[in-house]
């Protein structure tokens, strides 16, 4: 029945007219009112809302899947039932395609949004629907008058039931009334004042504000297996993984094709994000905390900006470029820039250029979440789940492996002064008051049942060589907790001895989602888990057959496809692990660092970086739903727009025992 009625109501609004800049339209039915306008007379009503709010959708019918999602459920629970109704295929996987944003993350100006072309950074108009509600009479007649100033008011009269569809000047009140006959019955008479309010938002960050680990459209398995080699170099150093639906070249190690279009090839087949260099996703908490905020309040637009990027650091991708994460391939063509613009050079342009054509133009609020790659978050990683002598050797002697000696002093010299830089790059373009910066800060990954994982090769056994060391994961889970969470937030808030220029200088600061990650890192298990993660993810580290004749024709243990795993599903982990990363997004970093860049795509490094460098050890999309839905009333009390609770709840957060 749910997709009956989003069907109808696509179908309705398909019919609509554009009207032009200032028309006005008619329909039978329109999207129902999320909120009423001010009163009238005799408890009637003009109800108003703008229509597809969310101005990075071009098409009403993507916006409308999460109004409905989201009417009356956090976004964690519209996320599971969207989850539930795609049947874990996700639901980005076809809006990725109708963005006013594209592959390369360059903005489309202009951008038609059902129909009509408008400035994506300057909107001059936005769709309105209106319709009267409360005790209309039956059979009533209204006449509309329509004034906002230019020329003379539109007047439009029909039945009561109908709506009004016109398109609002921005920045320019709408006065609206309407005079309602019924029979015999003195006439009514409605009054109200129409004004969008267009809110500019930009989310800036990491590979946490990006959606790393959440491809928009997950990479499609093959159930038959695809061969990589070990570091060990000898011949019988070779283990079977799923390979990728669709590939048509060898899938043995000992007859490599190093060809470039076998590579091509092979890339084509990969998992999509709607901007392929910085892995940003369309599950990202950043997308999913604007998108709340325009369904939420229909009284608004929402003009978002996504800038984040996997693998930023303050100096490098906030302030300075960044590396790209990965190419864009196409079947027809390869785009590879290799190199990233700076998030804030970028904004700054992009602002400066919407001013051009907008003087008032202003950025209303940013999303930011930093500093976990500034202190070598993925060294720690890597100190953990790189077990075996020699890959760690090799890894140990690349720098790959980090220690947390390292990170602590990184933290203590690098983070403070890449603040400061930051907020004085940050101060310029919000009109000096930086708590209008809502950072949402991170959750810890390696928490459940009351303490830290236990460790071992669970979640982890997708490559050979992995296996979550207990104590350097106890080690690092507490310094997680310890240290690294408590500075950030006093970094941001200029508290703890953090020196700031003043109030100005004092980010909203979001951490209340972390309670809810302690119980929801990478090991944890549920048997609401899905079938396919409990019959075939092995507890043990035994989910891959380690006999290489048989893995070829399956490498799973446990005999089902690999093509039945399912990107998103709900589960008790709200964190990737190795093995969720692989299966999810085999990601081949083309646009990593040359030495880490060989040519046969079964090589020993592609094995392992296909098992971490898409996600592992980042939040799922329900684990960046969670956090949405801790960073929406900061955003919705910066931007003064006024919810039932405007109180942002911090629980304290009990240390972890090492």
Request: charged share 20%; glycine share 10%.
């Amino acid at each position: 029945m749910r997709r009956l009625f989003i069907c109808f109501i696509v179908l309705q609004i398909a019919l609509l007219a554009p009207g032009g800049l200032t028309g006005v339209s008619l329909a039978q039915t329109a999207p129902a009112p999320a909120q009423s306008a001010a009163s009238a007379g005799g408890g009637i009503q003009i109800t108003w809302e703008v229509r597809n709010r969310f101005r990075l959708f071009r098409e009403e019918r993507d916006f409308l899947i999460h109004t409905e999602a989201l009417s009356g459920r956090s976004i964690l629970s519209s996320e599971d039932a969207l989850e539930a109704e795609s049947e874990g295929r996700g639901w980005a996987r076809n809006t990725m395609n109708r963005l006013c944003i594209d592959a390369t993350g360059r903005i489309a100006e202009p951008c038609t949004r059902d129909g009509v072309k408008e400035s994506y950074l300057t909107p001059t108009d936005h769709a309105v629907t209106m319709r009267m509600t409360g005790p209309v009479p039956v059979g009533g007649i209204c006449a509309w008058s329509i004034d906002d100033g230019d020329g003379s008011p539109r007047q439009l009269t029909l039945d009561c039931s109908e709506v009004v569809n016109f398109r609002a000047r921005y920045g320019r009140p709408t006065a609206v009334s309407v005079d309602i006959t019924a029979g015999t019955d003195a006439p009514q008479h409605v009054t109200e004042q129409i004004m969008v309010r267009d809110i500019l938002i930009a989310g800036l960050g990491d590979s946490i504000a990006s959606g790393e680990g959440n491809p928009d459209r997950p990479v499609a398995l093959a159930d038959d297996g695809f061969c990589f080699r070990s570091y060990l170099g000898a011949s019988s150093a070779q283990y079977y993984r799923p390979s990728r639906a669709g590939y048509k070249g060898s899938r043995a190690c000992d007859t490599p094709d190093a060809s470039s279009n076998t590579m091509q090839g092979w890339l084509q087949l990969g998992a999509h994000w709607f901007n392929a260099a910085c892995h940003r996703s369309l599950y990202s908490y950043q997308t999913r905390t604007a998108l709340a905020l325009a369904t939420q309040y229909p009284h608004i637009a929402v003009t978002y900006l996504p800038l984040a990027c996997s693998g930023a650091t303050i100096n490098e991708g906030l302030l300075g470029p960044l590396r790209a994460r990965e190419c864009l391939f196409t079947k027809t063509a390869m785009n590879c820039e290799g190199v990233v613009r700076p998030q804030i050079a970028e904004l700054r342009e992009t602002l400066a250029a919407a001013q051009r054509r907008q003087p008032d133009r202003q950025l209303d609020l940013v999303l930011l979440t930093i500093g976990a790659n500034d202190m070598n978050f993925s060294g720690l990683v890597a100190n953990v789940i790189v077990d075996q002598g020699l890959e760690r050797a090799l890894f140990q002697r690349a720098g790959i492996i980090g220690s947390l000696d390292d990170s602590r002093a990184r933290m203590a010299r690098d983070l403070p002064q890449g603040f400061r830089r930051l907020r004085d790059a940050l101060r310029p373009l919000i009109g000096g008051d930086l708590s209008r910066v809502v950072f949402v800060s991170y959750g810890n990954p390696a928490l459940a049942n009351g303490g830290p994982c236990p460790g071992g090769p669970s979640g982890f056994d997708v490559q050979p060589s992995f296996n979550a060391d207990p104590q350097r994961l106890t080690a690092t889970a507490a310094f997680v907790q310890n240290e690294f969470l408590p500075q950030i937030k006093n970094l941001a808030s200029c508290t703890g001895g953090v020196l700031c220029n003043g109030n100005g200088d004092v980010m909203t600061f979001v951490d209340s989602h972390q309670a809810s990650f302690e119980n929801h890192g990478f090991c944890a298990r549920a048997a609401t888990d899905p079938q396919f993660d409990q019959q075939c993810f092995s507890a043990k580290g035994g989910s891959f057959n380690p006999d290489i004749v048989a893995a070829a024709n399956n490498p799973m243990t446990c005999g089902a496809a690999a093509s039945d795993f399912r990107a998103y599903l709900p589960r008790a982990r709200w964190i990737r692990d190795a093995n969720d990363s692989y299966f999810t997004a085999m990601t081949y970093p083309l646009a990593a660092k040359s030495a880490a860049q060989p040519s046969d795509i079964h090589d020993a490094t592609w094995g392992v970086l296909s098992a971490v460098y898409g996600g592992a050890i980042h939040p799922t999309a329900e684990g960046h739903a969670v956090m949405a839905d801790a960073a929406l009333p900061a955003a919705a009390t910066v931007l003064g727009l006024g919810t039932p609770d405007t109180t942002i709840v911090r629980e304290p957060i009990a240390p972890v025992q090492q």
